[in-house]
DNA sequence: CAGACAGTTAACCATTTAGTTTAATATTGT
DNA sequence: ACAATATTAAACTAAATGGTTAACTGTCTG
């Protein structure tokens, strides 16, 4: 198994990135498939500036990567990142399964009152 | 299966709490067993004020609770809001995990150069 | 009761964020 | 060469963030 040496500004950058929910709306119409500023803008009750920045973010957390044809720019979701932040909530997995199971069984002798 | 309907907002002050070091090291702090302010504030070098404050966030975000015991709060986990952001990821596990297979692939076939 | 302890609140400051509008840059089609 | 297209850059603003110190509140103890 890779054991991953993750630095902390990696994971500032990739949570900060994910905690924008124009940002997540972005990488969502990026998993189905590359698309251009002007496209991924389009949706989006803002500016294309406002997109362009919001892109830029991403790319800077490598959530997203970005090449010119032409003078358009297509740009496509990156796995990496992602998967980092999966494995660093996934250190807590056992945790929080062991507590919703708990909730769980509780909820359920519960359900006689 | 429990499709859980999760609100942007939720998830903006969650990723936004996990992306700051300090708070997630107060995260896997509190996942070896709840403890209270001081003691989670020892060994960060700044005021205790600023580890109440990022305790705040991480409260606000629902991702601990804090109970009061006399003049000690003490603080604990909650899983939900982990597995909430640990849903949103999942939902492009299977775009990243086909990219780093790829990725993968494409690498072996190039350690001949 | 006086003082120590645990922690929050308030006021402040510098920096970052998220948006705007208005240029500026590069590319393409006529 | 000219205008349209695609996008970034610059300059600005309001609000949020992350930290400080100092004051305050509540609780325990001698």
């Not at 709306?25 to 991924?40: M, S």
């Not at 003078?71 to 997995?93: G, I, N």
């Amino acid at each position: 198994m890779v054991t991953q040496r993750v630095d902390d500004d990696q994971l500032d950058a990739i949570f900060q990135a994910l905690s924008n929910p124009t940002r997540r709306a972005l990488i969502e119409e990026l998993a189905t498939g590359p698309a251009n500023v002007t496209e991924l803008a389009e949706p989006h009750d803002m500016s294309l500036a406002a997109v362009s920045k919001h892109l830029q973010v991403l790319a800077d957390a490598g959530l997203i990567e970005v090449e010119q044809d032409g003078r358009v720019r297509q740009c496509h979701l990156e796995a990496a990142p992602l998967s980092v932040a999966f494995s660093w909530l996934t250190q807590y997995r056992v945790f929080w399964e062991d507590r919703l199971d708990a909730l769980a069984d509780h909820l359920e002798h519960e359900t006689n009152d």
